[in-house]
């Protein structure tokens, strides 16, 4: 119990900071029996992490008109690729869905990295060449 509780306060923050809970699913990757598990725990936790992240952002005004115009927009994207997903979900063994798994989680994770290390460290974005990130 006291590890879930550290690794939900990690993704809590990782969620928060940057709306990834790798965490979280990490570990639910590593200890879930199979696949149907692993989606079982994590449709539900982060089912309520974004009834709670709804509820935030819309008290904070980080919901916009906009922002919601957008999410109306790419919805239909987000069916269908939820369907491909599933589909393809039936197909994969179950060995290659968590190693599938675990590489979108290093890739998100180095993602991530190299998106905001201009942020954190503002002087090494140009030393470690990731600068072009950062251009808008």
């Given at each position: 119990?006291?590890?879930l509780?550290?690794?939900?306060?990690?993704?809590?923050?990782?969620?928060?900071?940057f709306?990834?809970?790798?965490?979280?699913?990490?570990?639910?990757?590593?200890?879930?029996?199979?696949?149907?598990?692993?989606?079982?725990?994590?449709?539900?936790?982060?089912?309520?992490?974004?009834?709670?992240?709804?509820?935030?952002?819309?008290?904070?005004?980080?919901?916009?008109?906009e922002?919601?115009?957008?999410?109306?927009?790419?919805?239909?994207?987000?069916i269908?690729?939820?369907a491909?997903?599933?589909?393809?979900?039936?197909?994969?063994?179950e060995?290659?869905?968590?190693?599938?798994?675990?590489?979108m989680?290093?890739?998100?994770?180095?993602?991530?990295?190299?998106?905001?290390?201009?942020?954190?460290?503002?002087?090494?974005?140009?030393?470690?060449?990731?600068?072009?990130?950062?251009?808008?």
């Amino acid at each position: 119990p006291v590890i879930l509780a550290i690794i939900g306060f990690g993704s809590g923050i990782l969620c928060g900071m940057f709306g990834v809970g790798a965490f979280l699913t990490a570990y639910l990757n590593r200890t879930t029996a199979n696949s149907s598990q692993f989606r079982a725990n994590f449709c539900f936790v982060f089912f309520m992490e974004n009834i709670a992240r709804f509820c935030l952002y819309m008290y904070s005004g980080v919901l916009t008109l906009e922002s919601l115009k957008f999410a109306v927009t790419i919805f239909p994207g987000v069916i269908a690729g939820l369907a491909v997903g599933i589909a393809a979900s039936k197909k994969i063994p179950e060995k290659h869905a968590k190693k599938v798994v675990s590489v979108m989680l290093i890739l998100t994770g180095l993602s991530l990295t190299l998106q905001n290390i201009g942020v954190l460290f503002p002087n090494t974005a140009d030393m470690v060449g990731v600068s072009f990130v950062f251009t808008k």
